[in-house]
Each structure stands twice: as structure tokens, then as C-alpha cells.
């Protein structure tokens, strides 16, 4: 047995039964429904990594999300401007679900896309962009559809 072996027999400190894991299966289930969330928990049953993943799940989702200091709305903002510098399109998705979640609008989560434009690029912009369309895309329609209406009684 290796010293690598060793260090991680025991796991992390994970448990389904943890507060952290269970808050953050809460909040992801409100914000990405169940379909994310059942998967995610299926990954968790993995013998290579699933305690791995839990851990961080636990942390991030969790832990992170319940800290005193900044709103789910705050932090959301960060995590959807660090997405656009790394060019995470997957995680800026949730990210922008989280936002919607916490009472931002799609008018701000595209304003926080233009703000990037001058420090991170318009590739990021456009990154952005076309995953704001893929998540707000009800919300746009109900937009489009309400100007419709108001111009037609006009």
C-alpha cells in the first residue's frame, strides 16, 4: 500500500448523510431540477471518485453556498464572471440558473456579460451570449412575446 492509498482510505470526511451535502442537493434541486440532480448523485456511487466528487459537491453547493458574508445573488455574479474568464461554458450555465434563482434578471445576467467585454474579450462575451440564450430562452420569449402584445395594442 502506498502512502496515496493510505492518505485516502478512509475517504474524505463525505457523507450523504452530512448537513453540507444535504443543503447543497437541496439548493441544486431547486435550481437545476431533478434531472442534474439525479445524475450527480449517480456519479457519487462511483468506486474511483464518487467520494471525491461528493466532498467537493458538499463543499461547493453546500458549505460555500450557506457561508455568511455574500448572497446566493453575489456569489453567483463571481462565479458567472470567473466561468466567462475560464471559458467554463457548462458551470457559467448553472451559474446563470443559480442567479436567476437568487432574483437576478435576464436583463442584469446579460448586463454582467457586458460588463466582461472590455476586460475579458468579446470571445468571452460571446461564450456568455450564447449560453445566456440556451438558459434564458423562456424568459426571451415571454420577453418577445410581451412587446408583441404591446405593440399590437397599440
Request: a negative charge.
Amino acid at each position: 500500500m502506498t502512502d496515496l492509498d493510505n492518505k485516502y482510505a478512509d475517504g474524505f470526511p463525505f457523507s450523504r448523510e452530512g448537513e453540507d451535502f444535504k443543503q447543497g442537493l437541496s439548493l441544486m434541486r431547486e435550481v437545476l431540477g431533478e434531472e442534474s440532480s439525479e445524475h450527480i448523485e449517480s456519479l457519487l456511487d462511483n468506486p474511483l471518485f464518487g467520494d471525491e466528487l461528493g466532498y467537493v459537491f458538499s463543499k461547493t453547493w453546500g458549505a460555500l453556498y450557506e457561508r455568511k458574508g455574500l448572497t446566493v445573488k453575489e456569489r453567483a455574479l463571481i462565479l458567472m464572471g470567473t466561468d466567462l474568464a475560464l471559458g467554463r461554458e457548462g458551470p457559467l450555465k448553472d451559474h446563470m440558473k443559480v442567479a436567476l434563482h437568487a432574483g437576478m434578471t435576464p436583463k442584469q445576467i446579460i448586463e454582467v456579460l457586458f460588463q466582461t467585454v472590455f476586460y475579458l474579450g468579446a470571445p468571452a462575451m460571446v461564450l456568455g451570449l450564447r449560453v445566456a440564450n440556451d438558459v434564458l430562452g423562456p424568459e426571451i420569449k415571454e420577453m418577445l412575446d410581451r412587446k408583441a402584445q404591446q405593440n399590437n395594442n397599440k
